[in-house]
């Protein structure tokens, strides 16, 4: 992993088309501006490996849960 | 063409009906190919064509949560190649957890009806979960008449 250090108004770029500038630096979090093609998406990691994980689950449903829930079992 | 599915055995499925996932779904990134069982009304299942045991329980959400709104930034929409608002067909994936259900308004899928091309969005929405209880339909219409 690549490492480095910015100060605030600062920018990063990655290849020709993204790029990351360091909007705000406070207290124990920092505030990122990102630019970047419309095609990619742009995610916190933690959500996306929550929504990942939920995914996961969800495409495990039981049947038989399912018909419980919705009262289908006759 | 023909679909073998756990769930439902084998399934015909007509090919034009096929939605595409250009990007995978998260945590499926390989499957790109899904269809719509109609189950029981707002419910669908969302199948995956190319793996028997792959599927999502999904709802239309407006029934459930009349105020669900969020704006589709511009990317997604060119993405989609949505030219008007009604070519946006909006699910959601439902869980079950505890013996309850609830529904990921978080991230919900919009598929563009013309075209059958879909994704599933992260919303950046503080208002909205992954795990929103699913209120009861009948509830639902008994109150607000």
């Known amino acids: 992993m690549l490492v480095l250090t910015r100060k605030a108004n600062q ?21 990122l501006g990102i630019e970047a093609p419309r095609e990619t998406p742009i995610y916190r990691e933690e959500l ?8 996961q689950e969800a495409a495990k449903l039981d049947m038989g849960k399912l018909k419980d829930f919705l009262g289908l079992k006759e | 063409m023909k679909i073998n599915t756990t ?11 096929i939605i595409h996932f250009p990007m995978g779904v998260p945590g499926f990134p390989d499957l ?12 669908k299942w969302l199948h995956a064509v190319d793996d028997p045991d792959t599927a999502f329980i999904t709802a239309i959400p407006f029934p459930f949560f009349p105020d669900y709104a969020f704006s589709m930034k ?5 993405f989609l190649e949505i030219k008007k ?26 598929i563009n009806s013309s075209t059958l091309k879909g994704v599933q ?3 950046d ?11 009861s339909l009948h509830q639902e219409e008994n109150g607000s008449k």
């Open chain 2, 7 to 17: 769930r439902f055995g084998e399934v015909e499925i007509d090919d034009n009906k």
């Open chain 2, 125 to 135: 929405d503080e208002r909205y979960d992954f795990r929103a209880p699913l209120p």
């Open chain 2, 32 to 43: 790109k190919r899904y269809f719509l069982i109609d189950y029981k009304d707002p419910i």
């Open chain 2, 85 to 110: 608002p009604e070519d946006a067909a909006i699910i959601v994936i439902l869980i079950v957890a505890d013996n309850a259900l609830y529904a990921n308004l978080k991230a919900p899928i919009i």
């Open chain 2, 74 to 78: 511009d990317d997604v929409e060119t």
């Open chain 1, 11 to 31: 920018t990063v770029n990655i290849g020709d088309d993204i790029r990351i500038k360091i909007v705000e630096i406070g207290n124990g979090y920092v505030k």
């Open chain 2, 121 to 123: 969005i992260l919303l």
């Open chain 1, 48 to 55: 996306y490996e929550k929504l990942k994980q939920l995914n």
